[in-house]
T-cell receptor, first 117, second 115 residues
Framework: RKEVEQDPGPFNVPEGATVAFNCTYS??????FFWYRQDCRKEPKLLMS???SGNEDGRFTAQLNRASQYISLLIRDSKLSDSATYLC??????????????????FGQGTILTVHP | NAGVTQTPKFRILKIGQSMTLQCTQD?????MYWYRQDPGMGLKLIYY???????DKGEVPNGYNVSRSTTEDFPLRLELAAPSQTSVYFC??????????????FGPGTRLTVL
């Protein structure tokens, strides 16, 4: 089983639609959760962190269910500029050879969203 | 600040050739990372460094080497290129005080094709 699994899509939605992406993770010790956005042939960029109580940033709402090991991202009133790949990312603690903890990021394969006029 | 910069942007190698992918950050970040992203896949960690002179293996280190002689630079070396190393390579950096709160910033990537 992959550590982080996402529905790869693609999701094709009209402008103004609401779309939801889901993600599951297998490591119950995972501590932090994020959604990154990656435009075609570009680097990933942090979209938002995901908190246990759920959080909202404008048209974007993220939810975390630790019991079910499930993360979601809801996009309301989709814009053409929202077209991108959305990566679910989970951070867990690792220790390097010197004993220092660092945050290991595990990426899902990404969900492709295309918003059309 | 330029952030994280990577060179070259694109490269085509023949099997068995070697090359170095360059990564530089000007944010005085202590941690630096190399990832690879294969088509339709998430990023996988190749190597990381917690500071100058200290490096450690990630998930997929085979076929690669790294060094960190300065805080700013973290080059990735491919000694004997193989077709399986065709990928997009991203360098990232973060300022880690406490592991759960740092944010990684990514460079623009290097697209490598091995033929």
């Amino acid at each position: 089983r992959k550590e982080v699994e996402q529905d790869p899509g693609p999701f094709n939605v009209p402008e103004g639609a609401t779309v939801a992406f889901n993600c599951t993770y297998s490591n119950s010790a995972s501590q932090s959760f994020f959604w990154y956005r990656q435009d075609c042939r570009k680097e990933p960029k942090l979209l938002m962190s995901v908190y246990s109580s759920g959080n909202e940033d404008g048209r974007f709402t993220a939810q975390l269910n630790r019991a079910s090991q499930y993360i979601s991202l809801l996009i309301r009133d989709s814009k053409l500029s929202d077209s991108a790949t959305y990566l679910c990312v989970v951070k867990s603690a690792r220790r390097d050879a010197g004993g220092t903890s660092y945050g290991k990021l595990t990426f899902g394969q990404g969900t492709i969203l295309t918003v059309h006029p | 600040n330029a952030g994280v910069t990577q060179t070259p942007k694109f490269r085509i190698l023949k099997i068995g050739q070697s090359m170095t992918l360059q990564c530089t950050q000007d944010m005085n970040h202590n941690y630096m990372y190399w990832y690879r992203q294969d088509p339709g896949m998430g990023l996988k960690l190749i190597y990381y460094s917690v500071g100058a002179g200290i490096t450690d293996k990630g998930e997929v280190p085979n076929g690669y080497n790294v060094s960190r002689s300065t805080t700013e630079d973290f080059p990735l070396r491919l000694e004997l290129a193989a077709p399986s190393q065709t990928s997009v390579y991203f360098c990232a950096s973060s300022y880690l005080v406490e592991w759960s709160t740092d944010t990684q910033y990514f460079g623009p990537g290097t697209r490598l094709t091995v033929l």
